[in-house]
Nanobody, 127 residues
Framework: QVQLVESGGGLVQPGGSLRLSCVAS??????????MKWYRQAPGKQRELVAS???????YYADSVKGRFTISRDNAKNTLYLQMSSLKPEDTAVYYC???????????????????WGQGTQVTVSS
């Protein structure tokens, strides 16, 4: 019932910008989201961590995207963002949202942290 739904991918020219979004929802479950991350996987390569943000807004960036990408979140909306600027062809990949979160039913106890993934959104940087 927990879902992470990404949006915002597409085709952009080198030097352009895109903004990815990821909404976490729990259906009938309440969710409490801890760390949220963006990963990417290019064809023939391993999935790599792009950026992460904690619930206290502490951020991490891979060296390859520092100064070009900005990760942010809206805790009230359980939404994660990735603002990508100065895009390069090597940024072409499927981008995945990842979240560590707890769930509970009604007023029950919170579960242990569990790891969830979105379905991915394609970003293509090409002229």
């Amino acid at each position: 019932q927990v879902q992470l739904v990404e949006s915002g991918g597409g085709l952009v020219q080198p030097g352009g910008s895109l903004r990815l979004s990821c909404v976490a929802s729990g259906g009938i479950l309440s969710i409490n989201v801890n760390v949220m991350k963006w990963y990417r996987q290019a064809p023939g390569k391993q999935r790599e961590l792009v950026a992460s943000v904690t619930s206290a807004n502490s951020t991490y960036y891979a060296d390859s995207v520092k100064g070009r990408f900005t990760i942010s979140r809206d805790n009230a909306k359980n939404t994660l963002y990735l603002q990508m600027s100065s895009l390069k062809p090597e940024d072409t990949a499927v981008y995945y949202c990842n979240a560590d979160l707890r769930t509970r039913v009604g007023g029950g106890f919170w579960s242990a942290l569990q790891d969830y993934w979105g379905q991915g959104t394609q970003v293509t940087v090409s002229s």
